[in-house]
């Protein structure tokens, strides 16, 4: 059934049946998404791998918390912009050339500082314009997913989405300190770009070139469409609580993440175990997702919302007591878990959007998610300038904290449609 828009204040109705409850395996009878999972996931190891190099060369050559976490985040940050300016044209272009080209931009950035001598600023430069077309690329894949996962089993594909992202932040986290031992940072940025590429072939190959929801536009109306379609989407009350009930809890957790470096250098601790905690995180993840996903109701995550945001935040609040490296590894990992918060609100994100706003819609959700991940580790890498790595990661947890408070008061379960 088709998703409608959520009313502003639902009125009395007879109780509708509970949602059907979905499995992975019938999730992953659907070929177009086990192909997008697998390139998605393949995107998401050059990523880490990508992304770790950097942030361990730049923190190695400055010793700054605020440009360690700059490295971190800016692949990240600049995303929010090109979802204003051309989000629509998730909606109006063929899926096939938008993903492929999603892979092979990012390509062309690990492979560029890997075969020329750049300055670092021209690089994080070079990233940081890239990433602006990341959300385009994004929502062009979320909505053939939408598309094809209805209900529940659409919960359960967000599910895999990410079980296979934290499996492959840990692969890439590994490949990363492989490759650096092994090969330098070059060839570890080199390692990334072929991961890009392997994964935009599998979709030329496999993805068949269909036709796009919404007639294709000039620049100047698409440009026009994206703008007026977003302001339509945030002026939606029920649309702009889901969206920063996914933003806010990833932007104060993600600014913990970006301290991890800093937090090594602060207590002495060796950097090379920055791995070790980059992983801890994506593995708390894999699990919280795995029980959450595999073993509750849908009635049940979405009641479970606000306590899981709780648990992605209390856990942080350890590290005031500087806790050594096994220790922050289990704080992070029980931290992890409460990732899965998500997984209550995708119904409800679903339900709240316009139909012929799919595309655009998860587009410009991806690109808060990944803009709060470049933005949170900016502000509090300030903050850690200002005091210290371990004291900026407590008081993130305490924001997590402080956002689980809004979200049990003001976000509610999404309606149910009656069949």
Do not use: K
Request: hydrophobic share 55%; net charge positive; with cysteine.
């Amino acid at each position: 059934m088709t998703a409608t828009a959520a009313p502003t204040s639902p009125g009395p109705s007879a109780a509708p049946a509970p949602p059907a409850r979905a499995t992975y395996r019938a999730v992953l009878a659907h070929p177009r998404f086990r192909l997008l999972l697998l390139t998605r996931t393949l995107g998401v190891v050059a990523d880490g791998l990508r992304i770790t190099t950097l942030a361990v060369l730049v923190y190695a050559a400055t010793g700054s918390p605020l440009l360690g976490a700059l490295a971190f985040g800016i692949g990240f940050a600049p995303q929010l912009l090109g979802s204003l300016l051309l989000g629509a044209l998730a909606d109006r272009a063929r899926p096939r050339p938008l993903i492929i080209a999603g892979h092979l931009l990012p390509a062309l950035t690990a492979a560029a500082p890997a075969l020329v001598r750049l300055p670092t600023a021209v690089t994080l430069s070079l990233i940081g314009a890239a990433s602006c077309l990341t959300p385009v690329f994004g929502g062009a894949g979320s909505r053939l997913i939408a598309a094809e996962l209805t209900g529940d089993a659409y919960v359960l594909g967000r599910s895999l989405s990410n079980l296979s992202s934290s499996g492959a932040q840990l692969l890439g986290l590994a490949a990363a300190g492989t490759a650096l031992a092994g090969c330098g940072p070059r060839g570890a940025l080199l390692l990334s770009a072929v991961g890009y590429l392997l994964a935009a072939l599998l979709v030329r190959l496999r993805l068949p070139d269909l036709d796009p929801p919404m007639a294709a536009e000039d620049s100047a109306r698409v440009l026009h469409g994206s703008w007026t379609g977003n302001r339509a989407l945030l002026a939606d009350r029920a649309v702009r609580r889901q969206l920063l009930a996914q933003w806010l809890p990833l932007a104060f957790a993600s600014g913990a993440e970006g301290l991890i470096v800093a937090y090594l250098g602060e207590r002495g601790l060796p950097v090379a175990c920055a791995g070790l905690l980059f992983g801890a995180l994506p593995v708390g993840m894999l699990l919280g997702d795995l029980v959450v996903g595999r073993l509750l109701r849908p009635a049940a995550r979405e009641r479970l919302v606000a306590p899981l945001v709780a648990l992605l935040g209390l856990p942080l609040l350890g590290f005031a007591w500087r806790p050594g490296v096994p220790g922050a590894a289990l704080l992070l990992a029980v931290s992890g878990a409460g990732f899965a918060y998500g997984l209550g609100l995708q119904r409800g994100f679903l339900a709240a959007l316009p139909a012929d706003r799919h595309g655009q819609a998860f587009g410009l959700l991806a690109a808060g998610v990944m803009t709060v991940q470049g933005v949170g580790p900016l502000l509090f890498g300030a903050l850690a300038q200002l005091g210290t790595p371990a004291d900026a990661m407590a008081g993130a947890g305490a924001a997590v904290l402080l956002t689980a408070c809004w979200i049990r008061r003001s976000v509610s379960a999404p309606p149910e449609q009656a069949g």
